[in-house]
C-alpha cells in the first residue's frame, strides 16, 4: 500500500512539473511573438531588392506629361511640284540624258510630322522635312506652291507661315498668328548622361499627342552621314513616322532636343532614334526668328578626311585626333591664311579637334569677322595660323 501511495505521489509530481514546463514554453513563445511590436529597434530588417539608385517606385511622369503635351503640334504640308521626267521611259536608263528628251509634270504631295511651340506667340519648331518633304530634293522637283497648317492641342488647326529653314541641320521655324500658346521650358542637352529618363511626344502615323518613355541612349552622336550639321541625342524612346519634329522631353519637362532621325530596317521603330539637340536647335531657332536664315562661319571650301591610327603614324601625328587636309580651294581664307593640303588639323582655337565633324561645327560656331588659331601638322611639326572666319555665302 505504502509503494503502491508513493508511486501515485511520484505521477502527481511528473504530471504537476509538466504542465509547469508547458506554461512557461507558451509564455516564453508569446513573448517571442509580442517583441516585434512591443519593441521595433529590436526587429530584424529583411532586406528587399529595389530600383538602383535607391527609388522605390519609378518616377511619375503623368505631370510632366501634362505639362509637355499640350506644347507639341500636329504639322501637315501639302507642296505643289513640278516634276522633271522622261518623255520616253527607255530615255531613262541613260546616266546623262539629253535635256531634250525630258518633260515636266505638275503633282500634288502631302507630307505629315510634328512641331514644338518655342514661343508662346506663336514660333514653332519643326524639321525641315516635315515642311518640304520629298521637294527637298531639288534636281527632281521644283515647288511651285507650298501650304503648311498647323494643328494645335486644343484642336484648332492654323494656318503656318514658314520664316525660315536650315538643311544643314533639318529644322525649320514656322509662325502662326496666335497668343498666349502653351511652352516648354528650353533644357541644356549638354549635360545629358546616359540612362536618363526621356519622354518622346508626338504624332506617330497621325496617332496625335503620342508619349513614349525611354531613357539617353548616348549624347553627341556625329558622322551618321544624315545631315551637314549633326549633334544628336540618341534614345531608345519608340520614335516612328509621324514624331518627326516633336520633342524630346526630360524628367524635368525640358525641351532637349527634336525628334529627327530612327534608324530602321522594316521603316518602323527599332530603339534607335535621334534627336537634334537642344543647345544646337535653340541657336537654329535663335538665327532664323532674327534672320530667317542660319548664319554659319567659314573658312573656305576645303575637304577633310578622318584620320587612322595608320594614316596619323605616317603623318608624324600622335594619335588619330585631327582632320587630314585633302583638297583645299585657293582662293579659300584657309588657303590665303597658309592651311596646305596635306597638313592635320588638331586645335581650333586651343580646341582639340576630334574629326571632320566636330571641326565642322566648331569653324560654324566661330564668330564671322573674328581670327582664330588653327593648330596643323605638317612634316612632323606642328604650326600655329591665324585664320579669319569668313560667313557662309548666302544661296
Not at 514658314?162 to 529644322?171: E, K, R, S
Not at 560656331?365 to 573674328?370: L, N, P, R
Request: with cysteine; proline share 4%; hydrophobic share 40%.
Amino acid at each position: 500500500m505504502t509503494r503502491r501511495f508513493g508511486f501515485v505521489l511520484v505521477l502527481l509530481a511528473c504530471f504537476t512539473a509538466g504542465i509547469l514546463l508547458a506554461s512557461r514554453f507558451r509564455a516564453s513563445a508569446e513573448a517571442v511573438a509580442e517583441a516585434p511590436s512591443q519593441s521595433p529597434q529590436s526587429r530584424p530588417s529583411i532586406a528587399t531588392p529595389g530600383p538602383i539608385g535607391g527609388a522605390s517606385t519609378l518616377t511619375d511622369f503623368t505631370r510632366i506629361a501634362e505639362r509637355t503635351i499640350p506644347a507639341v503640334v500636329n504639322v501637315s504640308a501639302q507642296q505643289v511640284v513640278r516634276r522633271r521626267v522622261p518623255i520616253d521611259p527607255f530615255f531613262s536608263l541613260f546616266g546623262d540624258p539629253d535635256e531634250q528628251l525630258f518633260g515636266t509634270r505638275r503633282g500634288v504631295e502631302n507630307s505629315l510630322g510634328s512641331g514644338v511651340i518655342v514661343s508662346s506667340d506663336g514660333y514653332i519648331l519643326t524639321n525641315n522635312h516635315v515642311v518640304i518633304g520629298e521637294a527637298r530634293e531639288q534636281r527632281a522637283l521644283t515647288i511651285e506652291q507650298l501650304d503648311v497648317s498647323v494643328t494645335l492641342a486644343d484642336k484648332r488647326e492654323v494656318h503656318a507661315d514658314i520664316v525660315g529653314v536650315d538643311p544643314a541641320t533639318d529644322l525649320a521655324l514656322l509662325k502662326v498668328s496666335a497668343k498666349d500658346l502653351p511652352t516648354m521650358a528650353w533644357g541644356d542637352s549638354s549635360k545629358l548622361k546616359v540612362a536618363e529618363w526621356v519622354l518622346a511626344i508626338g504624332n506617330p502615323y497621325q496617332l496625335s499627342q503620342t508619349v513614349t518613355l525611354g531613357i539617353v541612349s548616348a549624347v553627341g552622336r556625329t558622322n551618321l552621314g544624315v545631315n551637314a550639321y549633326e549633334d544628336f541625342v540618341q534614345t531608345d524612346a519608340a520614335i516612328n513616322p509621324g514624331n518627326s519634329g516633336g520633342a524630346l522631353v526630360n524628367a524635368r519637362g525640358e525641351l532637349i532636343g527634336i525628334n529627327t532621325v530612327i534608324f530602321t530596317q522594316s521603316g518602323g521603330y527599332q530603339g534607335i532614334g535621334f534627336a537634334v539637340s537642344s543647345n544646337l536647335a535653340r541657336k537654329i531657332f535663335s538665327d532664323l526668328q532674327q534672320y530667317q536664315e542660319v548664319r554659319r562661319g567659314s573658312i573656305g571650301y576645303y575637304e577633310g578626311e578622318q584620320l587612322t591610327s595608320r594614316s596619323a603614324q605616317r603623318l608624324g601625328v600622335a594619335d588619330s585626333k585631327g582632320v587630314f587636309v585633302a583638297r583645299i580651294a585657293s582662293n579659300s581664307v584657309a588657303y590665303k591664311s597658309g592651311i596646305q593640303p596635306g597638313d592635320v588639323i588638331v586645335s581650333f582655337n586651343g580646341t582639340t579637334v576630334e574629326d571632320p565633324s566636330h571641326l565642322n561645327r566648331l569653324i560654324s560656331d566661330a564668330k564671322i569677322g573674328s581670327t582664330v588659331t588653327v593648330g596643323v601638322y605638317r612634316q612632323g611639326k606642328r604650326v600655329e595660323l591665324k585664320v579669319p572666319i569668313d560667313r557662309v555665302a548666302r544661296r
